[in-house]
């Protein structure tokens, strides 16, 4: 325990602290402006992450560019607005209208008051003129052409707050202070607003407030559903508007427990649970955060091109060129996404969205009864991640090496970003995640950086030795303990491999020089890759198109056999792989033999004084050697050794043959892996079985059985194998072996 403390010691304490850091920022006990920021930018990208869904149930009727052309600057005429009205209530039969515009003043653009005056003044002696007027005045009086349209209608009209001055008419609050019955409902108050005219608001069956609430960065991502003038609460235009097409009864807040039960701190804000919407199919909750306001689910980026709402041009609903389908039994939402209008908002998602879609999206959130927001026990469950994480992290970074410390880290970032993505996506919560990201790669850092200056200079040493010689990942780790290793000669287990291609002088006669540089780069590439990524093994050296590599040194692993064969298998089947890309290149065809062989062997820095390298020696290597080129004789991609078969149990294998090689007097059974033995499926196996049989059966000298044994597998599973053993029965049956026969195949070349 000490060895470790004394090692690990300093970077332990460094890392705890940080997450003692992180952890109090999330207890807002220690302020970071910073992961505030960070959280912020998050949940922008967190909805900009949602791919939008068209929500037909909300249609936008856009005072663009095009009904400005056709119909002319805006403000329009209230004659033209009641012909709107009419258009969408009457004719489409929407379920709501919503304005985002407001009427605070009379509209006296058809001049009827001008012409009472001159009829009363300068024109008072021309007969029937008043009365003339009179007769006109319903066709003129524009306002009451608006009141008329919105009379009796699903019709919600705007306004705003601002200043002090109070100006038209507000609407019926959607309840009181006295309503409360003694609790305390804390909501913005204002006193000044600008309303519509008394006429209008007097016509319409409710009004919202269409006021932007911006955060101090200018960016809207909330908006407060009530606030309070006076002594009512009065509701956000997108409120009031689905209120009115879902026929609600009532707008509420919710309440829990009693005003006697409640803490000090939830009777500061009288127990409020969240505002209700009750209408006739029950109610929809809405959870309210200080000041009333919820988080705005933004569902596209916005505009005519966003993917979240249709938008139709006003001019097209004024001529009734728009299809019914789109707007009958909608709610219908009148804005501007004109610029000159100046009816564009920050928003997280979009620097230039139309205000009028900000609403919008609240409806949607009102309507599916689906909210996002964050918990009250939101810092309870961030800090809980903290700990786990980060202390994982913490302990865990020092002892790792690097790529298993940027692997625990991107895990660990990724999990983080993942569940939080996931409880905000499916369960509409809102957690902060800044700090679990920063606290990651601060961890990650610190043990870089600590890695780079305190244990760089340990590890130099052990690099120059051995950084020419073996894979860097394996000197990586032999730097925790440099002490242990040394390029000193020894003696001990290894298995090695030699891999060959096939033909390679074919190959490079057929093949331009370029075309062949990159055709042996790719495939040693692969090889290479296979034998020090996949396995740990230790590059030893290329032979031209050969490739040598051993397993067991200079890191020793005691599955060195089982980590070669797993090797030779997975070359081969990424040799595959590249003759699949090859032949569609028009190459020449790759394929390779592989020899295993293990042993004792005889391991270190070998050489001149010009040159050197980290190898291996022995007789056992130079079997290895011998095993690749016998692939060719037997028509098999890789050939190991009894030795390699012995200490690798957990592969299958069929035997090929007792051999006795050049150099060597003891005969050596050989083998192909087939696979891991639990790969393997029951006719493979039984395959495999038949073949032992046939083999024993030749080794006994039983001709005629072992021939139908091989000519029944060679008809079930063509090989190249069992031609070999045929075409060796029929020497056999000519030239029939010695009394004294072994069955041994003796090879008298390499």
């Not at 967190?46 to 052309?69: G, N």
């Not at 030893?540 to 980590?563: C, E, L, N, Q, T």
């Amino acid at each position: 325990m000490l060895k470790p403390l004394r090692k690990y010691g300093a970077r332990w304490a460094l890392g705890l602290l940080l997450c003692a850091a992180a952890i109090l920022h999330t207890a807002n006990v220690l302020h970071i402006d910073t992961l505030d920021r960070m959280d912020t930018f998050m949940s922008g990208l967190r909805m900009r992450a949602e791919t939008p869904v068209l929500d037909p149930r909300v249609v936008i009727v856009d005072i663009d560019e095009k009904s400005l052309a056709e119909v002319g600057r805006f403000p329009w005429s209230r004659n033209v607005m009641a012909r709107l009205v009419e258009q969408l209530t009457v004719n489409y039969e929407v379920a709501a209208v919503g304005f985002d515009v407001s009427f605070p003043e009379p509209d006296t653009s058809s001049g009827y008051d001008v012409l009472k005056q001159l009829a009363q003044g300068e024109l008072q002696q021309v007969a029937g003129l008043q009365g003339q007027l009179a007769r006109l005045q319903p066709q003129l009086d524009y306002d009451g052409l608006l009141a008329q349209a919105i009379q009796g209608q699903p019709v919600v009209l705007g306004y705003s707050l601002s200043g002090t001055q109070a100006r038209g008419m507000l609407p019926k609050p959607a309840f009181t202070e006295d309503a409360l019955n003694g609790r305390t409902v804390h909501a913005y108050a204002v006193a000044g607003y600008e309303a519509n005219i008394p006429r209008l608001q007097q016509a319409a069956v409710s009004a919202g407030i269409f006021t932007a609430m911006p955060d101090r960065d200018g960016v809207v991502r909330s908006t407060a559903l009530l606030q309070k003038i006076g002594r009512g609460y009065y509701p956000t235009l997108s409120l009031a508007t689905a209120a009115v097409a879902l026929r609600a009864r009532s707008i509420a807040p919710l309440f829990e427990g009693t005003v006697d039960t409640l803490s000090e701190a939830e009777r500061a804000n009288g127990g409020l649970e969240a505002i209700a919407l009750f209408h006739e199919e029950g109610n929809i909750r809405i959870p309210v955060g200080e000041g009333l306001t919820t988080a705005i689910q933004y569902r596209g980026a916005g505009g005519p091109q966003g993917g979240a709402y249709r938008y139709v041009s006003a001019a097209d609903v004024l001529r009734g060129a728009v299809p019914a389908e789109q707007l009958a039994g909608a709610i219908a939402l009148v804005g501007t996404t004109a610029p000159g209008l100046n009816d564009l908002r920050a928003t997280p998602v979009n620097a230039q969205y139309p205000g009028v879609e900000i609403h919008a999206n609240m409806i949607s959130s009102i309507l599916d009864g689906s909210f996002k927001f964050r918990p009250d026990y939101a810092s309870v469950f961030e800090a809980a991640q903290l700990v786990v994480l980060g202390l994982l992290l913490a302990l865990a970074l020092p002892v790792l090496a690097p790529a298993w410390s940027i692997a625990l880290s991107l895990l660990a970032i990724g999990a983080a970003g993942a569940v939080n993505f996931y409880l905000y996506r499916a369960h509409d919560l809102v957690f902060n995640v800044s700090s679990m990201l920063v606290l990651a790669l601060a961890l990650f850092i610190l043990n870089v950086a600590w890695g780079y200056f305190f244990e760089v200079r340990r590890g130099r040493a052990l690099v120059s030795r051995f950084g020419e010689y073996v894979a860097p990942e394996l000197v990586a780790e032999m730097a925790e303990n440099p002490e242990k290793y040394n390029m000193d000669g020894e003696s001990r287990e290894l298995s090695v491999m030699f891999v060959d291609v096939r033909g390679f002088t074919t190959i490079s006669e057929g093949l331009t020089p370029k075309a062949l540089r990159e055709y042996i780069n790719l495939y040693l590439t692969a090889m290479s890759t296979d034998i020090r990524d996949s396995h740990r093994g230790t590059l030893d050296k290329y032979i031209g198109d050969a490739v040598m590599a051993f397993w067991g040194a200079p890191v020793a692993f005691p599955d060195h056999a089982s980590r070669a064969v797993a090797t030779a298998l997975l070359m081969q089947a990424s040799a595959q792989r590249l003759n699949r890309d090859f032949i569609q290149r028009g190459w020449p065809e790759l394929k390779i033999g592989i020899g295993v062989n293990t042993g004792q062997m005889h391991v270190g820095d070998m050489g001149s004084q010009i040159r050197r390298a980290y190898t291996v020696m022995g007789d056992a290597v130079n079997l290895g050697s011998r095993l690749e080129g016998i692939t060719k004789v037997y028509s098999v991609g890789i050939a190991v050794g009894e030795a390699t078969r012995a200490a690798a149990p957990a592969f299958a294998y069929r035997e090929l043959d007792l051999v006795r090689v050049k150099g060597k007097n003891e005969p050596v059974a050989i083998f192909e892996p087939l696979g891991r033995e639990g790969e393997l499926d029951e006719a493979a196996r039984a395959g495999l079985a038949r073949w032992h049989a046939a083999l024993a059966l030749v080794r006994s000298q039983q001709w005629d059985a072992a021939q139908a044994a091989l000519e029944a597998l060679d008809a079930a599973a063509p090989h190249s194998l069992y031609q070999l053993y045929l075409e060796r029965i029929g020497h056999y049956r000519t030239h029939p072996p010695a009394p004294d026969w072994d069955g041994v195949t003796t090879f008298d070349t390499k």
